[in-house]
């Protein structure tokens, strides 16, 4: 995850507007909670999430959606 991350802070660099890149970001940090059990990175996660939620143009209505449903299971998990 970390060489994946990497990546995705270099395609954010050169498209920070870029709602796939951001969430991507999101799911990588989600994962990373999950595997280390570290708060900082569900915060990110969610930080990140939202970002991509904001970036998402009107026309990208799929990328909307399973943005939205990324934050809908991460809070099902957190707060289970």
């Known amino acids: 995850p970390f060489e994946v991350m990497a990546y995705l802070e ?6 920070p507007s870029n709602a796939r890149w951001l ?15 570290q708060e900082p990175f569900l915060e990110n996660a969610l930080i990140t999430l939202e970002d991509a939620l904001a970036a998402c143009r009107e026309e990208q209505k799929s990328v909307r959606s399973a943005i939205e449903n990324t934050l809908e299971n991460m809070r099902e998990y957190v707060f289970q």
């Open 10 to 15: 270099q395609a954010i660099e050169l498209d």
């Open 23 to 37: 969430w991507n970001k999101g799911l990588v940090l989600t994962q990373l909670y999950k595997d280390l059990q």
